[in-house]
Structures are given as C-alpha cells and as structure tokens.
Nanobody, 122 residues
C-alpha cells in the first residue's frame, strides 16, 4: 500500500520560513515525478511545485518563484519544499503528490498525501 506522509507544517509569521517533507512508502518513486499542491479555504487545489525523477527539472507556480524550492532525495523516497519569505496568502493545506511525469501539461500525480496545514500570520 502506497503512503505519502507530509510533515513540517505549522504557524509562522510573515517573512518566515518552513520546510515541508513528504516521505513515501510502499513503492519507490525514483523514476517518477513528485510535487506539491495547496488548497486554501474556498479555493480549488493548485499546483505549487514539481520535480522530475532525477531532480534536474523543476516547475513552480509563478507566485512562489524565487521564494520556494523543491528538492528530492531518491535514496529516502522523500520530496521537500523549502518555503522562504512566506506571505499570508501562502496559507493553505499543502499536499504532496507522487507518480507520473512532469511535462508541458498539468501535473497529475497518481498518489496523494493527507496534507499538512501551513498558516502564515501577518
């Protein structure tokens, strides 16, 4: 059974930083893309960042470029999201996704985590 478990969320002041982690178990994702999505109250889930299987290709939501960095450790089957200069509008539940490929079209993971809350106070 595949499981994705996120951690690292919490409450932070505007301008602060958080590092999210997502550990996968049940299968290896070293040949698949992984990524992060978020969903704010009353809004649809949106793509935040994705990373190709070798970690050489990354893609970001325009509003997080220069502030967020996605990375992965295939030996640990884990993907990370370093979030700096956080803003109140970054407040959302952040979800990890894994599986599939990251390309020119929308990234659609085959597997999802349960989500972790990130709250940025002003």
């Amino acid at each position: 059974q595949v499981q994705l478990v996120e951690s690292g969320g919490g409450l932070v002041q505007a301008g602060g930083s958080l590092r999210l982690s997502c550990a996968a178990s049940g299968r290896a994702f070293s040949s698949s893309a992984m990524g992060w999505f978020r969903q704010a109250p009353g809004k649809e889930r949106e793509f935040v960042a994705g990373i190709g299987w070798r970690g050489l290709y990354t893609s970001y939501l325009d509003s997080v470029k220069g502030r967020f960095t996605i990375s992965r450790d295939n030996a640990k089957n884990t993907v990370y999201l370093q979030m700096n200069s956080l803003k109140p509008e970054d407040t959302a539940v952040y979800y990890c996704g894994a599986g599939g490929a990251l390309g020119s079209g929308p990234y659609s993971p085959a597997y999802w985590g349960q989500g972790t809350q990130v709250t940025v106070s002003s």
